[in-house]
């Protein structure tokens, strides 16, 4: 009888694809560590050492190092770094911080939950990151601080960003969630501001093995404020100085992530050579805009998100391949049912929103293979044909 219904069934029979181009593979990264990484689980086990404690000290020594930065915090997840950044900083109740429309929604809500209020700025059409050239309009008395995003893999162009920012005495806090070992004129996300946000959420060009994240500073008291924060604001243990929380990262994280550190340069590498045969196969495409890496920066690219008209067809279209594509983000946080009360409608940031509607991420991660590429890219000329 079923067979009946499906045979007679106007719909075609859902087809079954086997992905080809998978649009992440984790399972690819870890094999290779997978002795490493037991025995670092085992050595956390072995030691008792779950709540932060030596390896995630250890980890935070060599993140800083890697960075660039003289400290390292290591916390629950990315969007607890961005809040306890914030609260270290005494961004509360009455206070606007400046941040773009296009990211994850990490940023905004870790600005609402410090009580304070995102004002929203538009993006530049070329890197998709903040236009230094409208901070100022987005400026208010009650402005005290600024959120770049490094999105995609690539830094915000910090130098116009840090001077408006330094005149008018706002902080600067980087959500480098997405660019761990980027650089801009020589630095290193997360060490240009006076605050560095990153995500170990296993998909980020660093991932644990679950939920992690890390504030970077060159201040001794924010480090001391947020180090006491994450930590039901206690100096020792049962003294609370401050009303905190519990934002301290796990010891197998931090484990996991001082393995994976090692290798960080090398995966950054791999996702740069692909993005490049990338560049090398569609350039020329007509009605397809590719990724610019600006003068001075190194694009790590954790993500390599092209645009282009015909986004939902051309994702249908590689899905059927066998090709997996994503949206980073298919709507703009003003636009989303979470912040619809501040009553920003459509319009209210055109390049945002135009570029959300047109882009589509292409598979990227450092185990891709150049087969793969030129599958993808096979797959975007014929859909360009038809
Ligand atoms: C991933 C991400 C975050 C949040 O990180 P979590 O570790 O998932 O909390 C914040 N901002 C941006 C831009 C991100 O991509």
Not at 350 to 379: I, K, N, Y
Request: hydrophobic share 40%.
């Amino acid at each position: 009888m079923w067979l009946e219904i499906l045979l007679k069934s106007s719909e075609p029979f859902p087809k079954v694809n086997s992905v080809s181009v998978p649009f992440l593979n984790l399972g690819a990264q870890h094999e290779p560590l997978r002795d490493e990484l037991d025995a670092a689980i085992r050595k956390v086990i072995d030691a008792n050492a779950f709540a932060g404690g030596p390896f995630v000290q250890e980890f935070e020594e060599s993140f800083a190092d890697y960075c660039g930065s003289p400290h390292a915090i290591g916390v629950g997840s990315g969007t607890d770094a961005l809040w306890l950044a914030l609260l270290a900083l005494g961004i509360g109740p009455g206070d606007e911080v400046v941040t773009v429309p296009n990211t994850f929604i990490a940023t905004t809500e870790a600005i609402s939950f410090a009580g304070a209020t995102p004002v929203f700025t538009d993006i530049e059409t070329t890197t998709y990151n903040m236009d230094p050239a409208r901070i100022e309009a987005a400026i208010t008395p009650k402005t005290k601080a600024i959120i770049p995003v490094h999105l995609f893999g690539q830094m915000a162009d910090m130098d116009p960003i840090m001077e408006i920012a330094r005149a008018r005495g706002l902080a600067v806090v980087e959500d480098a969630s997405q660019s761990h070992g980027a650089a801009y004129k020589g630095r290193r996300a997360g060490t240009i501001g006076d605050a560095g946000c990153f995500s170990f959420y296993p998909g980020k060009n660093l991932g644990a093995l679950g939920e992690a994240g890390a504030v970077v500073t060159s201040d001794e008291g924010l480090r001391d404020k947020i180090r006491c924060l994450r930590d039901h604001g206690q100096t020792r243990k049962y003294h609370h100085s401050m009303v905190g929380w519990n934002g301290r990262m796990d010891g197998i994280q931090g484990a996991a992530l001082s393995v994976k550190l090692r290798h960080l340069e090398t995966w950054n590498h791999l996702r740069r050579a692909r993005a490049a045969e990338y560049r090398d196969q569609l350039r020329g495409l007509e009605g397809i805009t590719l990724p610019v890496e600006a003068e001075g920066h190194r694009h790590v690219y954790h993500l390599f998100v092209i645009r282009l008209g015909r986004r939902d067809k051309l994702i249908h279209f590689l899905g059927e391949r066998g090709i997996a594509c994503g949206i980073h983000y298919p709507v703009p946080i003003h636009l989303t049912g979470a912040y619809q009360f501040m009553g920003l409608g459509s319009g209210s940031f055109p390049v945002a929103e135009q570029c959300t509607g047109e882009f589509v991420s292409l598979p990227m991660f450092p185990d891709l293979t150049s087969d793969q590429v030129r599958e993808v890219t096979a797959g975007m000329r014929a859909f360009l044909q038809c």
